[in-house]
């Protein structure tokens, strides 16, 4: 880490965070406007896994006047935020780049792309795995009398929840591969608690997606899968515990005095 005459105040960490979010800001704006032209072609593909579950002639409808603009300018914006992702993570791990030690900043740039890989690859489960299964599962309850009318807003909030949560579940070997690298945990850690942290899935999946069986569980599955992947890089890439020399260390006078 830092030495104590490299440590910065309070008042300069908050200016470093202010700086880091502006950025951040600034590349979800670039995003926003060059999204915002594809606006109604990023929604059909996002409204894809449903349609392919949906009735032939079935089709999403607006129950207000604004919702349809509304909803366009949100999928700008959630696109422009996904397309702004790698710089936002860059922004977040140069944040707390200072309070690490030397080795442990080179890794950075790969844990940068690494976390954008698996953001995006969580994103990608859920859209082509989970969507089509859910959309299916919940569209199952349409009756002679009683008929779906899925709304573009309706639709919208609830994608965008799942493919954030089924983005941000999947980096956790990353977060966890990372503590392990810096001594946070350990990998008879990660075994001990193996049934706790399933507990903890379970508990995640059922706040993070709707209140339906079939969606936590799609969830937590895939969690199950990435702790134990987990355990793997915190055995490979994790600190090794430092061989205890036979010698007693030296106690420091100069700071008992």
Not at 16 to 43: D, H, P, Q, T
Not at 92 to 117: C, H, Q
Not at 145 to 159: A, V
Not at 204 to 226: C, E, K
Request: neutral net charge.
């Amino acid at each position: 880490m830092m030495d104590e005459d490299d440590k910065l105040p309070f008042t300069a960490h908050l200016e470093e965070l202010r700086n880091r979010l502006i950025k951040s800001f600034i590349a979800v704006g670039i995003g926003f406007v060059a999204c915002y032209g594809f606006k109604e072609r990023l929604f059909d593909i996002l409204v894809y896994p449903l349609i392919t579950v949906m009735k032939p002639g079935e089709k999403l409808v607006f129950t207000g006047l604004p919702e349809a603009f509304f909803t366009y300018l949100k999928v700008a914006f959630l696109a422009g935020l996904i397309l702004a992702a790698p710089v936002i993570i860059y922004q977040f791990w140069m944040f707390v780049a200072p309070g690490l030690y030397k080795k442990e900043r080179m890794l950075l740039l790969p844990i940068v792309f690494l976390s954008t890989l698996f953001f995006v690859g969580g994103a990608l489960f859920g859209y082509f795995i989970v969507f089509p299964w859910g959309f299916k599962f919940f569209l199952g309850f349409a009756t002679e009398t009683i008929r779906p009318l899925p709304s573009m807003k309706e639709y919208l909030s609830f994608s965008s929840k799942l493919l954030l949560a089924f983005g941000l579940a999947f980096e956790l070997p990353i977060v966890i591969t990372f503590m392990a690298k810096i001594g946070l945990v350990s990998v008879a850690f990660l075994k001990k608690n193996r049934k706790y942290a399933l507990l903890l899935f379970f508990i995640g999946a059922a706040i993070l997606t709707p209140p339906d069986v079939v969606t936590q569980i799609m969830m937590a599955l895939p969690l199950m899968f990435l702790y134990e992947l987990s355990i793997i890089g915190a055995r490979i890439f994790g600190k090794k515990p430092d061989v205890v020399s036979d010698e007693k260390e030296e106690p420091d006078t100069d700071s008992a005095a």
